[in-house]
């Protein structure tokens, strides 16, 4: 059964540095979705991409965020210049226009 | 807004029905889901169920959702060890692109 993978499964960074976040969709999906889960809190929505653009996005997702399809298969979520409170578990997830499937996430720690 | 609410912990004995519930603000919704997640793994989608429908079954699980109440349900019959895991209900505005809005999950312990 096809699956949503993410890379790396977990990610130490300085503050200040910059990381990018790495999902491999499942191949017939047009929407895409990046979601964030701090410890011991709720799945947040961040972004969602459509038609190679944003089609929404959460008042979490500033300037400091941006995602692309950089070739048609990879689906990155990059943070410029991360801060402590950027540490969380990052889900992304693919889908048709009613299911959402979730990879199993990169843990992101900042110190 | 959207406010989806659960409560945190339930617990069974092995082979009795789990019920776990969730309750949300937004009329507007369009859309609600259940996710799985165990120790150490994503987000597994478990069911989903259209606002315009009552209940839903497959296999084990039923969604029930009371849309004059927004409480949504969901019973797993003959609950197995396996099935411990944290429970995420979530809804969906539906415009486009399904942003979710997530519950703060249940846990779900089986007890032998």
């Known amino acids: 059964e096809p699956e949503v993978t993410q890379t790396p499964s977990h990610q130490v960074t300085q503050m200040g540095q910059e990381v990018i976040l790495r999902c491999v969709p499942i191949s017939n999906h047009l929407y895409f979705y990046w979601y964030r889960q701090i410890l011991g809190q709720k799945v947040e929505f961040l972004v969602s991409f459509y038609n190679n653009e944003i089609s929404e996005k959460s008042e979490i997702f500033d300037d400091q965020f941006s995602v692309e399809r950089p070739d048609g298969s990879n689906f990155t979520l990059k943070i410029r210049s991360t801060k402590l409170e950027d540490s969380a578990m990052y889900f992304c997830?693919?889908?048709?226009?009613?299911?959402?499937?979730f990879g199993p996430g990169t843990r992101l720690t900042v110190t | 807004g959207e406010d989806v609410e659960q409560s945190l912990f339930l617990s069974v004995r092995e082979g009795d029905s789990s019920v776990i519930n969730c309750t949300y603000t937004?009329?507007?919704?369009?859309?609600l889901y259940w996710y799985k997640q165990e120790p150490g793994a994503g987000l597994q989608l478990l069911t989903y169920i259209f606002s315009n429908m009552d209940m839903k079954q497959d296999q084990r699980l039923t969604v029930l959702l009371n849309k004059k109440d927004k409480h949504l349900s969901l019973r797993i019959a003959d609950t197995q060890t396996g099935d411990s895991a944290i429970y995420f209900c979530?809804?969906?505005?539906?415009?486009?692109?399904?942003?979710?809005?997530f519950g703060t999950g249940t846990r779900l312990t089986v007890i032998p």
């Open positions: 979530a809804e969906s505005i539906g415009t486009g692109a399904n942003n979710l809005f």
């Open positions: 997830a693919t889908g048709g226009q009613y299911e959402q499937y």
């Open positions: 937004d009329s507007s919704s369009t859309y």
